[in-house]
């Protein structure tokens, strides 16, 4: 699911994308939050958007006993364009590595032996297909990770579900993250 979370190797006492949230509208900001808490670990994401831009401010936090977290929030699957066939077969994960000035693109087979991470200073990390993009960027400069994972996604409806390889992306790695 879009915004998921990876806590990498730190595993916590509950997995937190099989939870139920708490959302909380902020209408000052045109935005939500989302919480959960079992008490001693907690996880907060805020989206927050405006009216005359494509832009969302996205933020996540992950504590366990008063001590944050490590982690990333993950995009898997793309973008549902069920007008294209094969859409996994067209996605990537994409950055930018400024300090190179190259775009690096990865599919999921570059994936296929579980997920790997690269970390820089990127101008840009994200997901994209032929026709869509969904991309972070960095609030704050500083070290971005970008993850790429591959998936295998059964079709919905089909009499005889066959597997297609999907390609996901990731980006934090810091305690807190801070993206638009």
């Known amino acids: 699911l879009p915004f998921s979370i990876d806590t990498k190797e730190q595993k916590l006492d509950f997995d937190p994308n099989k939870v139920l949230y708490v959302a909380a509208e902020q209408p000052d900001h045109l935005g939500v939050t989302f919480t959960y808490s079992n008490g001693k670990t907690s996880v907060v994401k805020s989206f927050q958007f405006t009216r005359a831009s494509y832009l969302s401010e996205i933020r996540s936090e992950v504590t366990a006993n008063g001590v944050i977290i490590p982690h990333v ?95 996901g992306f990731a980006s934090g790695g810091a305690n807190r993250i801070s993206f638009f």
């Open 73 to 167: 929030l993950m995009w898997r699957g793309g973008f549902a364009d069920n007008s294209v066939h094969s859409p996994w077969a067209q996605q990537h994960s994409v950055h930018f590595d400024g300090s190179n000035n190259k775009l690096v693109e990865k599919t999921a087979k570059d994936a296929k032996n579980g997920p790997f991470s690269e970390t820089g200073n990127y101008t840009f990390g994200g997901i994209e297909d032929n026709f869509f993009a969904g991309v972070a960027l960095p609030i704050d400069s500083g070290s971005m990770e970008v993850r790429t994972y591959s998936d295998d996604v059964k079709m919905p409806g089909e009499s005889d579900p066959q597997k297609y390889a999907g390609v």
